[in-house]
């Protein structure tokens, strides 16, 4: 099956820094999303990104699909942006599973 | 803003036991998904669902767990005879055709 890989596994940041985490897939797929879990456990829709390049606020996304990566910038860090920021990626579109990375956990101090 | 709401919130089960979780999806969404997520790992895909039936299950969804679309808007997971590894977060998502899925808050199961 299709593999995800994440990095880095593990983040610490001051506030204020900015920040590029990274999501490779090994097949293409037809959609991707970026979530992140707060501390709660929910996990939060960033963007739903299957190829180019969005923005929402201090964040953005770019997937470049046949090169098989996609990025998530975070740039100003806060302390509320701390938590586990995952990619999820689908092969099919006939609204099949999605299939998770191991997750980046991003720790940003004041 | 709709939004995919699991209950209960967490839930704590003696080894054995059977217990149910349930969820209501978006209410325009016709594809609906069971994920689990043990603590401190990834999110690991269970079962999706459309049409009234299993569309797509994975290995972890054994005879042990069952699924049902009991009425118009409830979508709920049975896991039969609990054991001490089911203990996780599990989570219930939604979407349309190929498209974006939206996850539920989750419910924390414990299986003591």
């Known amino acids: 099956g299709i593999q995800v890989e994440q990095s880095p596994p593990d983040l610490i940041l001051q506030e204020g820094a900015n920040s590029t985490l990274r999501c490779n897939f090994s097949?293409?797929?037809?959609?991707l999303q970026w979530f992140h879990q707060n501390p709660w456990g929910q996990l939060i829709n960033l963007f739903y990104?299957?190829?180019g390049t969005k923005q929402n606020g201090r964040l953005s996304a770019t997937t470049v699909a046949t090169e098989r990566y996609s990025l998530l910038y975070i740039s100003s860090s806060q302390t509320t942006d701390s938590g586990v920021y995952f990619c999820?990626?689908?092969?099919?579109?006939?609204?099949?599973?999605?299939?998770f990375g191991q997750g980046t956990e991003l720790s940003v101090k004041p | 803003e709709p939004e995919v709401t699991q209950t209960p919130s967490h839930q704590v089960t003696q080894m054995g036991q059977e217990v149910i979780l349930r969820c209501v999806p978006i209410?325009?969404?016709?594809?609906f998904y069971w994920y689990r997520q043990i603590l401190g790992q990834k999110v690991e895909f269970l079962v999706s669902?459309?049409?009234?039936?299993?569309?797509?299950k994975s290995e972890i969804f054994d005879d042990q767990f069952s699924v049902e679309r009991p009425d118009g808007s409830n979508f709920t997971l049975k896991i039969r005879s609990t054991k001490l590894e089911d203990s996780a977060m599990y989570f219930c998502?939604?979407?349309?055709?190929?498209?974006?899925?939206?996850f539920g808050q989750g419910t924390r199961l414990t299986v003591v």
């Open positions: 998502a939604s979407s349309e055709l190929g498209a974006e899925a939206f």
């Open positions: 097949d293409s797929v037809n959609n």
């Open positions: 990104i299957p190829s």
């Open positions: 999820a990626v689908e092969r099919g579109n006939q609204g099949g599973k999605l299939i």
């Open positions: 209410s325009n969404h016709l594809y």
């Open positions: 669902f459309y049409n009234n039936e299993i569309s797509e």
